[in-house]
């Protein structure tokens, strides 16, 4: 297993302005990602982050409104660019600690609101 | 077709009871199957696995039907403490690795 924390737990934000999510594991992964969930809605992914590559991005997400960190291999950091109200979500770091798909383990979330 | 579809309840249900989720999937190349359990503002957390020939733990059974693209979760003598909603995943286009993609969820509520 691992254990995840993330920073902030929530932020209320104001329009325009951008947000830094840190996601910090307990162990060394390959394989870490970013999901948004949003009110009443499934978790969706954001990116894939591979430590010493750039961040594999899901067809609707963009690297310039959601520009991704991997220093190393306990850390992430997701940016939430020019935020707008729209943003408002959770959003969820989590990692595949064996890189063989049998699970993933999610950190405890950062909820977000854009006003 | 949503990728994972499921019934999204509620299901209010009594302690004790029986209780069965489904879950349909539309891409048939997918090759691993999980259910996680979400709590009220909590992440989400694996429940168990799917396999092809089923499998059970403890008062949770899952099952898989690969021809039919469907997944089921019953759980037997329902406590006050499974209440919270199940999400029913599979992996992503092509099985590639890592890509989960997640049904919006079955709210469960146990009530005394």
């Known amino acids: 297993s691992a254990v995840i924390s993330q920073k902030p737990s929530r932020d209320i934000c104001q329009r325009g302005t951008s947000l830094t999510i840190q996601c910090q594991v307990d162990s060394q992964v390959t394989m870490m990602f970013w999901y948004r969930q949003q009110p009443g809605q499934s978790l969706t992914l954001i990116a894939t982050?591979?430590?010493?590559?750039?961040?594999?991005?899901e067809s609707g997400f963009v690297i310039d409104k959601f520009p991704i960190s991997r220093p190393n291999l306990t850390f992430s950091t997701l940016t939430v660019s020019n935020m707008s109200p729209e943003d408002s979500s959770i959003y969820l770091c989590?990692?595949?600690?064996?890189?063989?798909?049998?699970?993933?383990?999610f950190g405890p979330g950062t909820r977000l609101l854009v006003l | 077709r949503k990728e994972v579809e499921q019934d999204p309840g509620p299901f209010n249900v009594p302690e004790g009871a029986t209780v069965a989720f489904n879950c349909t999937y539309s891409n048939s190349a997918s090759q691993s199957f999980f259910w996680y359990r979400q709590d009220c503002r909590k992440e989400p957390k694996l429940l168990m696995s799917?396999?092809?020939s089923g499998n059970e733990d403890g008062r949770f059974t899952a099952q898989l039907n690969r021809a039919s693209q469907y997944i089921s979760l019953l759980i037997r003598d329902s406590k006050l403490s499974d209440s919270a909603t199940y999400l029913c995943?599979?992996?992503?286009?092509?099985?590639?690795?890592?890509?989960?993609?997640f049904g919006k969820g079955t709210k469960l509520s146990v009530k005394p």
């Open positions: 799917v396999y092809s």
């Open positions: 982050a591979n430590q010493g590559s750039e961040a594999t991005y």
């Open positions: 989590s990692v595949d600690p064996t890189g063989r798909q049998e699970t993933q383990y």
């Open positions: 995943v599979v992996n992503g286009p092509g099985g590639s690795q890592g890509n989960l993609i």
